[in-house]
């Protein structure tokens, strides 16, 4: 058996196939989910990258969602999320945005702090003590400014499972 040359290896192996990319979009970080036992990840993988990741950070994405349920990856371009949730489900992946999440969140954060506060039962001075806060953090968010990410996700987690976040917050 010889050893074949680099060059005649290279040409064995054909033309590397060009993917037509988005040229323009916002950047959203998506949430992939499996919903087949065996999904197109080609397809999802293609779609992905034509959407500005590179092929190995999708390929890894969808290795991810198939062997621990989900995973998350941030695109730079995503020009239409409906074109790219409906590719991503024809591949047998679900998708769900994480900033369409976050921006809705943040267009009412103060209207959801309050109705939590008030499911919780709880003056503005208690949530704030409970979960570890200032009360003037508490008051600002009430009047309309808008906490940093980690805060907003935090309020996210106490309106799912108080309990546990309080919890959590006051271990020590």
């Known amino acids: 058996m010889s050893k074949s040359s680099f060059a ?3 040409a064995r192996q054909g033309r590397v196939r060009a993917i ?11 949430v992939l989910k499996p919903d087949h036992v065996a999904p197109d990840v080609i397809a999802a993988t293609l ?3 034509a959407r500005g990741t ?4 999708a390929k890894r994405a969808i290795e991810r969602a198939l062997c621990d349920g989900a995973a998350i990856i941030t695109l ?8 790219l949730s409906d590719e991503l489900r024809s591949a047998g992946i679900s998708v769900a945005f994480r900033s369409a999440a976050d921006r ?4 009412h954060f103060s209207a959801r ?8 039962g709880m003056s503005q001075e208690e949530f704030a003590r409970t979960y570890n806060l200032e009360t003037k953090t508490i008051q600002g968010w009430e009047i309309g ?3 940093d990410r980690g805060n907003r996700h935090l309020i996210r987690m106490i309106e799912k499972e108080p309990v546990t976040i309080q919890q959590l917050v006051n271990e020590g």
Request: charged share 35%; no cysteine; net charge positive.
């Open 54 to 57: 590179t092929k190995l950070k």
């Open 76 to 83: 730079s371009q995503v020009d239409d999320a409906t074109a």
């Open 113 to 120: 702090l309050k109705a939590l506060r008030a499911r919780l």
């Open 104 to 107: 809705d969140l943040k267009a």
């Open 8 to 10: 005649e290896r290279l």
């Open 47 to 49: 779609a992905m990258v």
């Open 20 to 30: 037509p990319r988005v040229n323009s979009g916002s950047r959203e970080e998506i």
């Open 145 to 147: 400014k808008v906490p």
